[in-house]
């Protein structure tokens, strides 16, 4: 019976972790709509919302990764991290409902998964229950060498974000794209395009948009 309730613990404890991954990889794709959800609802200015998604995408990632290693650290640090987070997010939640409603996506799976702020929050009750669960009664890997692991895990996946999804003016060379000159031909040949543009956009830099009217992402970005 010990067996079944520790491997049950276990596997509980590799759940979350991956959920963990799962929501932030979601928040990823793209990582701007995540932070247009903190710029609308939360109200932070723009370089704060980047800054904010890219930390908490981190945070969520590297306490995915420990969870599922059994990674807790000395004193359980990682589970009450991971609490704390939810908590925290939990709060969040409570106010997205009260001043914006319960029909609106609180984000937490990024545009992957469209949930609401009521079901996000009973998510997010069950992960908590799990986790007092897992801190009081499940160890993890008890080993001298956890500790500095644990910790060195946390900051190097903590960074990614910021690294590979650098802001604008701070893209590393390294991680550039490549030019790629779009082929306008198409658009200026009368027998594909009935109307071309006035502007010729195959001359100089110009900037075009692709925005759906049904996207309030796309609504925002246009004001």
Not at 18 to 28: E, M, V
Not at 50 to 57: D, V, Y
Not at 152 to 173: C, G, K, M, N, R
Not at 178 to 199: E, G, H, N, R, W
Request: hydrophobic share 50%; net charge positive; glycine share 4%.
């Amino acid at each position: 019976m010990k067996l079944i309730y520790r491997i049950f613990l276990v596997l509980v404890s590799i759940c979350i972790g991956a959920l963990f991954i799962y929501s932030a990889y979601t928040k990823l794709n793209p990582i701007q709509s995540f932070e247009y959800t903190l710029v609308e609802y939360a109200h932070l200015p723009w370089i704060l919302a980047a800054l904010s998604a890219r930390f908490f995408i981190g945070l969520e990632a590297a306490l995915g990764a420990l969870l599922i290693l059994h990674l807790y650290g000395k004193g359980k640090w990682v589970l009450k991290t991971a609490l704390g987070l939810l908590i925290v997010l939990s709060a969040y939640l409570v106010y997205l409902w009260l001043i914006f409603g319960n029909n609106v996506n609180c984000g937490c799976f990024g545009d992957a998964i469209w949930m609401s702020p009521s079901s996000s929050l009973l998510k997010n009750i069950i992960l908590l229950i799990l986790l007092i669960l897992l801190y009081r009664y499940h160890n993890g890997l008890q080993k001298k060498w956890v500790q500095i692991t644990s910790i060195s895990l946390l900051v190097v996946v903590t960074s990614l974000p910021f690294i590979i999804y650098a802001l604008p003016d701070q893209e590393p060379t390294w991680l550039k794209k490549s030019k790629f000159q779009l082929d306008m031909s198409a658009i200026y040949t009368p027998a594909l395009s009935s109307t071309p543009p006035s502007v010729d956009l195959r001359k100089g830099k110009h900037i075009i948009a692709f925005l759906s009217f049904s996207c309030p992402h796309c609504r925002m970005a246009e004001i």
